[in-house]
């Protein structure tokens, strides 16, 4: 079913008129003209290096909203950072029924001139389970946090960029997975964190594990004064007797 209506380039060219294909040959061709050590270089960020600075934003992101705010803020945003890989994996899940549907060659094998980095790619092109894969989790991160997710859709146009130099998807594979992976961490995330809320909560409750959703350094309020974190301060009305009580 490869090419199925949708315009995807089966034959030997160079570009033409198809923008997609186009846009291939002018990015992928950079790495032609670059020295063999940026092609290394990028081979491994486009693999490996941009999904494991993900996980360090994430884990930064972690680390960042469970100091600051109430328990309540510290809840909300910890369900979103969870939600962010489960988003991922679930849009690679969503993604195999769609490649076997659509079929698509990778780019190498249909056109010649495609300068390939990365050797062993059989598996089919639409849609590219890397770009689906980043835009899920910089999607949940943005839930989470916003200028954290910022920088989370930069590192998935990166993602993106980086597949299409190492000639291993077409344009359109990256488009595709952008948007399959957004699709799946915004629009299941009501769901997802309804059902995260209330378990986060019961952690941040607890006494031992609570660290995993809120610190216990105390944050420094409005006016100055410390906030406890959510956790109300004892109170001290009504601890005399008589009068000066009810004069309190």
Not at 140 to 154: C, D, Q
């Amino acid at each position: 079913m490869a090419g199925l209506a949708l315009g995807f380039p089966l034959t030997q060219s160079t570009g033409g008129s198809d923008p997609d294909l186009s846009l291939l040959y002018d990015i992928n061709g950079l790495a032609k003209d670059a020295p063999s050590w940026l092609d290394r270089t990028m081979e491994f960020v486009g693999e490996y290096g941009i999904m494991l600075a993900m996980v360090l934003v994430v884990l930064w992101c972690w680390w960042s909203v469970r100091r600051r705010g109430t328990t309540e803020d510290s809840v909300a945003a910890v369900a979103g950072l969870i939600w962010a890989p489960l988003a991922a994996g679930i849009a690679l899940l969503i993604n195999i029924p769609i490649r076997g549907f659509v079929e698509r060659p990778r780019p190498f094998r249909d056109h010649q001139g495609i300068e390939v980095l990365v050797a062993g790619k059989t598996d089919y092109s639409f849609v590219s389970d890397h770009a689906t894969m980043a835009m899920a989790i910089a999607a949940g991160l943005f839930v989470a946090h916003r200028k954290f997710g910022l920088a989370g859709i930069g590192l998935a146009l990166a993602e993106g960029f980086c597949r299409v130099y190492m000639g291993v998807h077409y344009p359109t594979d990256v488009i595709g997975g952008f948007a399959l992976g957004t699709a799946v961490a915004l629009l299941l995330a009501p769901l997802a964190l309804a059902l995260l809320t209330p378990l986060l909560s019961a952690v941040a409750g607890s006494g031992r594990i609570a660290w995993l959703v809120r610190s216990k350094r105390p944050v420094p309020g409005p006016a100055g004064r410390p906030e406890t974190l959510g956790i109300p301060e004892p109170r001290t009305e009504g601890t005399g007797t008589g009068e000066n009580d009810l004069a309190a």
